[in-house]
């Protein structure tokens, strides 16, 4: 969906030169996965991480170093501060969705303090910080949320080459498309402000048949549009 969305953005969009055409479609792509980045194993969550059994691995392995280091520890034996290191690095690894998201996001937020870089900066990097402990499907996919984004986004890309403002656009369009796709669902989308205003037209189901044949047509849409953009 996003990725059509992407599309007919740059159909209606006059002559863009090739490489901002492609940035803006994979932009789409990219905007279209982002907002699940607020669930813990969706497709964007699981690149950032290891895989589950991995995940409860590093967990057992975390709790059996620490218990050695307190072991080694009672027993006087040389150096269970090592054991305890050991257990901090599993027990970080088993949260590596976690750390990096968080990381990024102080990132940013030193960033935007230290050169006063745009408030996009700050709105991402809040954002990307409170990831990991907000609520799937809350204030990330509000339509509240989605809407400062924008205004940060055509704000901060305005000043910029068209490049630039070709990948922001296609980030929002993504973004947006998103958003819409989530409405249609049981769960739906809800305002953060206005927790009532919910929008959920329990038109489909997650990970259903008709979830797949949509996919499909959005691609055989998506492919005819870019034909009917450069011929
Ligand atoms: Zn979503």
Redesign the pocket.
Known sequence: MAILAGSTVLYFTPALPIVPAASLIAAAGIGGLL??L??KT?TVSNKLQFSTNTRKKLKGLSVLSLGMGILWFVLQQPMPWLWAAAGLIFALASRLRMLLLSGLGLLLLAGYELYSLHWLTLLAGVALLVMPFVK??GII?SPEFAGALSLGVVSFTSTQPVLFQALGFGLMTGWWS??V??AVTVEG?RSVLLPRLKVALNLLRNGGAAERWIARSCWLCSIALWLMTFY
Do not use: E, N, V
């Open positions: 907002p699940d607020d669930h969706s799937h499907r996919h998103h958003l796709g989530d989308i």
